[in-house]
């Protein structure tokens, strides 16, 4: 069974400063783990992918994610937050090892203030 | 551009009525895949379909129904029996397999009128 576990439902920085989004997650295989972010009233956009490759994950504007194995942990970061940044950002898992469905986290809120 | 198509974007539904809710894909993947999403929930899988003629139920398919004639499309229909259909329904598509990524389509707001 694989469930993934996002601990914090909102995140509020400023514009310039870092950005750390915390993603916990259960598999009984190697998982396949994934960020998504979903601006309001829109679909989800991949922002980037680890698939038992490197384990620090570049993506799109940006954004960045460690593979941590001890830790069960997937953590999304960014050096410097933008405004345009501020959405709601999901973290999933799908097993690996046969065709899985994907499990997403409840989802994190970002706010960005000026 | 390749991507997935959903319509409408809003929809009411009255009371006992049955609603279909469209979702078409030019990216010629196999897999397509329908989310309900209410706020703090996240994405819950309703059903999916690996291949055409074929689906498989996902967590929470009562009160839905679905259809794969075409490799394109995956129609999605609310039944009456679906008690609280109010939400956020999402489609996505994929290359078969669970370490290929999901492509979305916008979405359509269902409201209860």
């Known amino acids: 069974a694989q469930s993934v576990t996002q601990l914090d439902s909102h995140v509020s920085v400023s514009e310039g400063t870092p950005v750390l989004l915390r993603c916990n997650y259960s598999?009984?295989?190697?998982?396949?783990l994934f960020w998504y972010v979903q601006h309001p009233n829109k679909g989800l956009q991949l922002l980037l992918k680890?698939?038992?490759?490197?384990?620090l994950v570049k993506g799109i504007n940006g954004f960045e994610a460690e593979f941590k194995k001890s830790e069960t942990s997937f953590h999304l970061t960014k050096p410097s937050a933008h405004m345009s940044d501020a959405a709601e950002y999901f973290c999933?898992?799908?097993?690996?090892?046969?065709?899985?469905?994907?499990?997403f986290g409840k989802g994190t809120m970002l706010l960005v203030s000026p | 551009d390749g991507g997935i198509t959903q319509s409408p974007k809003y929809l009411f539904r009255k009371e006992g009525q049955n609603v279909t809710l469209s979702c078409e894909q030019n990216?010629?993947?196999?897999?397509m895949y329908w989310y309900r999403q209410d706020p703090g929930q996240g994405l819950r899988l309703i059903y999916y379909?690996?291949?055409?003629?074929?689906?498989q139920k996902g967590d929470i398919a009562e009160g839905y129904s679905v259809s794969r004639e075409k490799k394109e499309s995956f129609p999605l229909t609310v039944t009456s029996a679906q008690k609280n259909p109010t939400a956020f329904y999402l489609c996505?598509?994929?290359?078969?397999?669970?370490?290929?990524?999901?492509?979305f389509g916008d979405g359509t707001r269902l409201s209860i009128l």
């Open positions: 996505a598509s994929s290359i078969f397999g669970g370490e290929q990524p999901q492509h």
């Open positions: 598999s009984s295989y190697s998982p396949s």
């Open positions: 680890y698939t038992s490759a490197a384990t």
């Open positions: 999933v898992v799908s097993d690996l090892g046969g065709y899985s469905t994907l499990t």
């Open positions: 990216l010629n993947h196999d897999a």
């Open positions: 379909s690996q291949i055409v003629n074929d689906f």
